[in-house]
Structure formats: C-alpha cells, structure tokens
T-cell receptor
Framework: DAKTTQPNSMESNEEEPVHLPCNHS???????IHWYRQLPSQGPEYVIHGLTSNVNNRMASLAIAEDRKSSTLILHRATLRDAAVYYCILASNTGKLIFGQGTTLQVKP | DSGVTQTPKHLITATGQRVTLRCSPR?????VYWYQQSLDQGLQFLIQYYNGEERAKGNILERFSAQQFPDLHSELNLSSLELGDSALYFC?????????????FGPGTRLTVL
C-alpha cells in the first residue's frame, strides 16, 4: 500500500486560508487521493478526493501536482470548527483506506 | 449524520469474553469497511465486504471475524478479548467499494476490556 507523509501539526488563524501539504511519492497510476478529517470524539468525515486534476467542493479545494507525487488541501477560510486531524490517504482499487498519522490543525481565534 | 449506524455505542466487557459489533450501512451502499482506532496504533483498516463477499483484509487478528448479511448490515465479532483490544471501532460504507468512492463513517463503538 502506498504511503503518505504529512506534517504532524499546523496552526492557522481564523478566517485565513490554510494549505495542508501531503507527499505521496510512491503513488500508483490508479490510486485516488482522498482527504478525510476527524473532529474530536467523532468518526472520520470525507473532505475531498481527486485523481489527476484539481478539485473544488463546498468544503475545500484539492491541488494535485502534475507528477501526482504531492497534493495540497486548501481550506479557503478556516473556522474554529475546522480544527481537526486531517488525513491524506491513497485509496487502492478496493477502496480500503490506509490512514497515516495525519495533520492536527489548530485554528486560533 | 452520515447515515451509517453502529450499535452499541459503548461496550464494557472482561478479558476472555466475546462481543459482537453491528453496523448498518447507508441506504443503497453495497460495501462495508471496519476500522479500529486505538491510542497507540491510530486508525487501522481491518476488513472490507462488498455485497456479502469479503473483498479486502487488513491487520485483522485471527480472533476477530466479520460478515455482511443479505440485507447488507455487517457484524464484527471479537473473541478471547484482551486488554489491548480496547479501542474505538468504526464502520464505514460506500456505494461500490472502489477507489473513487466516498466512505461514510458511523459514530463508532467504544469497546473497553477490563
């Protein structure tokens, strides 16, 4: 299973953009890049996913490098409710998710 | 609310016992996944079912087993419980079980083994 590398923690100020990086140099051609987040005492929650092109949804944007070896999750205006652990995951053809340690995002008021 | 339900919410039992965790997927989803989250190991994939058949296996102990029934609900059976099995167990479901699918997670079952 291909692995991802993320910073352990990041800080942001409320209402500012946040860029969460992820490296996945061993990604294979068919692996989708998924982002999930986990708020305290809750199950993981889907954020966004993509294969090659950049993606936008109501929660975030996903920027994927041209060689697909890295990606960045962009939260356009962080709120206090965005404080969570963010996981960058490569989903294989069965769809199983192999979680790493994730990035703990702190949002300061 | 993800639409995935898990019961029970909390479970306290003793070492050596056996428990069953239940998961009902979102309406229409054919694939069910089980994950274990402990403090020292983080979130770990255990097993995946698609339409009643086992599709993928992760770090699932031999003492653990699972199945998906014709109505698509799933059960995770944990036997000969040890202290180290104390964890949060999450079930997730997705439409077709593929790499482009979104997985919807339930609220989890917190298992405490004393």
């Amino acid at each position: 299973d291909a692995k991802t590398t993320q910073p352990n923690s990041m800080e942001s100020n409320e209402e500012e953009p946040v860029h969460l990086p992820c490296n996945h140099s061993t990604i294979s051609g068919t692996d989708y890049i998924h982002w999930y987040r986990q708020l305290p005492s809750q199950g993981p929650e889907y954020v966004i996913h993509g294969l090659t092109s950049n993606v936008n949804n109501r929660m975030a944007s996903l920027a994927i490098a041209e060689d697909r070896k890295s990606s960045t999750l962009i939260l356009h205006r962080a709120t206090l409710r965005d404080a969570a652990v963010y996981y960058c995951i490569l989903a294989s053809n069965t769809g199983k998710l192999i979680f790493g340690q994730g990035t703990t995002l702190q949002v300061k008021p | 609310d993800s639409g995935v339900t898990q019961t029970p919410k909390h479970l306290i039992t003793a070492t050596g016992q056996r428990v069953t965790l239940r998961c009902s997927p979102r309406s229409g989803d054919l694939s069910v996944y089980w994950y274990q989250q402990s403090l020292d190991q983080g979130l770990q994939f255990l097993i995946q079912y698609y339409n009643g058949e086992e599709r993928a296996k992760g770090n699932i102990l031999e003492r653990f087993s699972a199945q998906q029934f014709p109505d698509l609900h799933s059960e995770l059976n944990l036997s000969s419980l040890e202290l180290g099995d104390s964890a949060l167990y999450f079930c997730a479901s997705s439409a077709f079980g593929g790499s482009a699918d979104t997985q919807y997670f339930g609220p989890g079952t917190r298992l405490t083994v004393l």
